[in-house]
């Protein structure tokens, strides 16, 4: 219980730090990075207190796990270098599936993992691949250097990196895994899944905006205009709430995303 109860309450001053520090009424700064931020803390707490008495074996566990992502998710938005952004994200990704395996209620939820791991390791990959290119081939380490380079020279990686986050966020036609998970993982992950785990993605897409080609930008932004009135008629047809929700998740990360983007 104790256990359960620190990680809660760093979940919890995180909160207040960053209401203290970030928050725009009291500060008159406001970006992206700040509103994720807060969304992941806020998001963490309401995933541990939805624990139920099925998750009480790895509460423990999970409520930590939690608090490391929030860790790493900070440490991915604050970073200049490109190559701990990639370090950080897998990292992210891994522990998001090991939560998954841990929090899981049912043996369909245990077998779920599997798709998780499957996909968005997939993205992983794609990512890795155009990340690696961007520091090894072109030369760019820190986010200062994407500002000035021009996106005709990084193009072929820059669609590495757009499939494998466009994977995780998720748009229409990839979008397979998060309604797998969605029905079959546990009260608490799905909560962090929708609130947390996909947002992160739109993190890491935020920061590579300035390497995207006008091309690349039609593209991606006609993918999410497609994704969200897709899945808006989807909405209409559903009738299994968390299947709902899963759904639900892929329309509004594509109104951010799209946002992003333009």
Known sequence: VLMYCLGLSIQV???????????????????FSTALELAAALTSICASLALTKKNSPN?????????????????LINTEKLKLIALYYELFMLLSAYVLYISATSEKSNKVTKDFLIWTQFGSFCFLLGFLGLIFDTGIETRIQITNTNPEKT????????????????VIPFHYWITKVHVEASTSFSIFLSGFLVKTASAVLYAITPLMTTYQQTTVTWLLVVSIITSTFMLFAEADFKRFVAIGTIQEMGLTTLLLVL
């Open 13 to 31: 001053a995180t909160v207040v730090i960053l209401l203290y520090t970030k928050y725009p009424v009291l500060t008159g700064r406001y970006n």
């Open 59 to 75: 509460a423990v566990k999970i409520v930590w796990s939690y608090t490391t992502l929030l860790l790493l998710m900070f440490m």
């Open 155 to 170: 193009a072929k990686y820059v669609w590495l990196v757009l499939v494998g986050l466009l994977i995780k966020i998720p």
